[in-house]
């Protein structure tokens, strides 16, 4: 577990750390050097941060921290992908899942421990919510990966990180920023805007305001067509419909130039799969910057839910693909070692269930 005793400078923004150096007496370029150690070299002991002075490592020492989470447990699929099990304090666990790919490793980050949406496919909406990450706790998740599969900042497996873990990123909304940050940052991990994805049940007013402070890729968790279904599969949906969504997604799309904004669909068996629903699918989505992610369903226990027998996948996609919209089929990937899409679940205490989303929309940050 990370040390809370003294101030941890994993994930505090550029301005902030040129601030506490300036506190300190120092010149700003001290933050830089340090942010080059930390995400560039994947440096974090203090000693072997040659270019910084003796006295100013003895000064720091003790004061500063720059912890990583403990690993509670660690798993490698068949397939490659591994999943880490992180300590988080006070008997609270979240998990963090690497995929390779031909020419790109994707890493799924979480930004709460557990989650309020309710989502009743989902393993974390089922455990309940417990508390936000920190932007320490979140950019620690991306070091220990990046060290834990041997590589450095400047010499990374991760090339895309992906805001997918346990949690709704917006209703985290300050910390997650924060981290978005310096993951886009030339001193941080240097990674293209549109190589780091933040996913949303559909927060609308924090997708209008992600708009104004950023301008990595957005994901839409979609998963229905008709309000009436979203409404029990994504709850959120009942304060914020369908329609209200869309338009915040084309929003965000012109503000930021992205020239796409992707949409998962879960397929569920029987549930939201069949021809009209492609169809309505394709209706909305014709004609704007959007790409479809179909996600077969990948096994929660407690759930009513079966997967979409492939051959009706194939024929949803066909229908969009021959309506002019970007589809892609995803492959399962860590189902195995449950670290697929929809199986994160970790270990929570003290945990609070919530019905309905917009019950915990005071979890979000104002500031």
């Not at 005793?5 to 300036?22: I, K, V």
């Not at 919510?129 to 497996?157: K, M, Y």
């Not at 895309?160 to 300050?174: D, I, S, T, Y």
Request: aromatic share 6%; charged share 25%; with cysteine.
């Amino acid at each position: 577990m990370m040390n809370t005793e003294s101030l941890n400078l994993l994930g505090m923004p550029r301005g902030d750390l040129e601030a506490y150096f300036s506190s300190m007496g120092e010149k700003p370029f001290r933050a830089r050097q340090l942010m080059r150690w930390m995400y560039r070299r994947s440096v974090l002991d203090l000693a072997e941060m040659t270019d910084l002075s003796q006295a100013l490592r003895d000064h720091l020492n003790g004061k500063i921290s720059l912890g990583l989470p403990d690993v509670r447990d660690r798993q490698q699929s068949t397939d490659g992908t591994v999943k880490w099990l992180l300590d988080v304090g006070k008997s609270q666990d979240v998990e963090t899942v690497f995929i390779p790919e031909e020419g790109r490793g994707t890493l799924c980050v979480s930004s709460q421990v557990g989650c309020a949406m309710d989502c009743p496919f989902c393993a974390t909406g089922r455990q309940g919510f417990n508390r936000n990450l920190s932007a320490a706790e979140i950019i620690g998740q991306v070091l220990l990966a990046v060290r834990d599969l041997g590589g450095t900042g400047e010499d990374s497996p991760v090339t895309n990180v992906v805001f997918m873990g346990m949690g709704e990123p917006l209703a985290n909304f300050r910390e997650v920023t924060a981290a978005c940050d310096l993951l886009t940052d030339d001193l941080g991990f240097a990674l293209s805007r549109r190589r780091v994805t933040v996913s949303t049940s559909g927060l609308v007013p924090q997708i209008k305001r992600l708009a104004e402070v950023t301008n990595v890729a957005l994901a839409i968790s979609l998963h229905a067509t008709r309000d009436e279904l979203r409404n029990d599969l994504v709850p959120i949906n009942r304060k914020h419909p369908i329609t209200e969504l869309l338009r915040a997604c084309w929003d965000y799309a012109a503000q930021t130039n992205s020239k796409q904004i992707t949409f998962e669909y879960i397929m569920l068996d029987g549930v939201n799969d069949d021809r009209q629903d492609a169809i309505e699918l394709a209706g909305l989505l014709q004609g704007y910057p959007a790409k479809v992610n179909l996600i077969p369903f990948n096994p929660v226990a407690g759930t009513p839910f079966g997967r979409t027998p492939q051959k009706r996948v194939d024929a949803f996609r066909k229908v969009l693909m021959d309506k002019g919209v970007i589809t892609i089929t995803r492959r399962p990937r860590g189902d195995d070692i449950d670290a697929a899409c929809g199986q994160l679940a970790g270990n929570l205490d003290n945990k609070v269930r919530v019905p309905l989303a917009q019950k915990m929309l005071h979890t979000v940050n104002k500031s």
